[in-house]
């Protein structure tokens, strides 16, 4: 604390990020970075792009990474907002799209943290929906009548840290009920095996697709991240953008990030070798007992009838093997487990087993 402080300084409640720690041989399965380096024709890019050209600024709009997402996706680029990580995009949606008076954003209760951080930042008002008991979304909830119309509504999908994913049909009832309140769909893991609200674009004007390249595309280093949605909502977004920093991305950062996106045939690779290791992952900790809820993403979300999530936690980590655990409500017993390589989550069932063991 310190005099010199804004008054709504004190009163803010920042973002926990998973740890990351300096100890060697320490497993990291705590923040669900890919266990595969980026692809190759990504560094070469960078590498290229070191050069005298950084005396310059960078292309303030990120043309040609607008262009390559928006190849991708079958978009025109002018419905691509790029931002500093996905964090930075979801940061200026909720600044340039949910603040609205008294108007509530509404969210699951278990969801990603980070979205409550911006409401108090932002002073959104949030109106917290409780998920279902097997902790997938009620549609319904979002789809009934609300009293006041909410300023927005949000979640990932497939959510975090549960790894349910939501399917288009109900993605497109809760926009369709919805039609004037921007429906945002953080898509962080859509890659690990959900089906992208993408698709939905073009029938409905009022829903924004976040993506990252921290996951899928083993860049959580470089740090970019973007909005896909109508012109006229990114016209919004840049406003804002450009009220705050109008060079987000460096040229660095640029280079590559077209460079991954373009690179389609390692991304498969990596996508589906966690996937495959998922799966086995998923079989592995039933046979040690674990509730396993069905993960869609590079994380499995768990939790053993007999021991305490904090208590497993600390025993990993003793081991020399980080997981996530959240001490909240409803979900403190599960431990957040990102998918490594085969070997990496061999050595965490082993070493599960051997803990399970000893503690009983
Ligand atoms: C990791 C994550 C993000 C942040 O991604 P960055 O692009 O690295 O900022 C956003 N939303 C969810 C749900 C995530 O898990």
């Not at 803010?12 to 740890?19: I, N």
């Not at 999908?157 to 919805?178: F, K, Q, S, V």
């Not at 592995?284 to 009838?305: C, D, I, K, M, Y």
Request: charged share 20%; net charge negative; proline share 6%.
């Amino acid at each position: 604390m310190s005099r010199f402080w804004s008054d709504h300084v004190i009163e803010l409640a920042p973002y926990t990020p998973g740890e990351q720690p300096k100890i060697a041989q320490l497993l990291k399965l705590n923040t669900n970075e890919h266990p595969f380096g980026p692809s190759p024709r990504t560094l070469e890019a960078i590498r290229a792009a070191t050069n005298d050209g950084l005396r310059l600024y960078p292309d303030n709009d990120s043309t040609s990474l607008r262009e390559a997402v928006a190849q991708l996706h079958g978009l025109t680029a002018a419905q691509v907002f790029p931002g500093n990580g996905s964090d930075e995009v979801l940061a200026h949606i909720f600044n340039g799209l949910f603040r609205h008076a008294d108007r509530p954003l509404l969210m699951p209760d278990i969801t990603y943290s980070f979205y409550r951080t911006y409401c108090q930042l932002y002073k959104i008002p949030c109106q917290i929906v409780p998920l279902a008991e097997d902790f997938s979304i009620r549609v319904s909830d979002y789809t009934a009548h609300h009293a006041v119309k909410p300023a927005g509504i949000i979640f990932a999908n497939p959510n975090a840290p549960t790894g349910i994913a939501l399917g288009l049909a109900d993605i497109e009832a809760i926009a369709m009920a919805n039609p004037d309140v921007p429906v945002v769909i953080d898509e962080a893991y859509v890659d690990f095996g959900a089906d992208s609200a993408v698709a939905l674009l073009r029938k409905c004007d009022n829903i924004v697709v976040v993506h990252t390249l921290s996951k899928s595309r083993s860049l959580a280093g470089l740090r970019v991240g973007f909005a896909l949605a109508s012109k006229e909502i990114v016209e919004g977004l840049q406003r804002v953008k450009d009220s705050f920093n109008s060079y987000p991305l460096d040229r660095l950062a640029q280079a590559g990030a077209v460079a991954a996106i373009q690179d389609t045939a390692y991304f498969e690779r990596g996508r589906q070798a966690i996937i495959q290791t998922r799966e086995w992952l998923v079989k592995q900790l039933a046979t040690l007992g674990f509730e396993v809820l069905p993960s869609h993403a590079n994380f499995v979300f768990a939790r053993h009838p007999d021991h305490e999530g904090a208590a497993l936690s600390q025993a990993l980590r003793d081991n020399g093997i980080l997981v996530r655990h959240f001490s909240l409500p409803r979900i403190d017993r599960f431990l957040r487990i990102t998918v490594g390589t085969r070997e990496n989550s061999e050595r965490l069932c082993n070493t599960l087993s051997e803990i399970l063991l000893k503690t009983h």
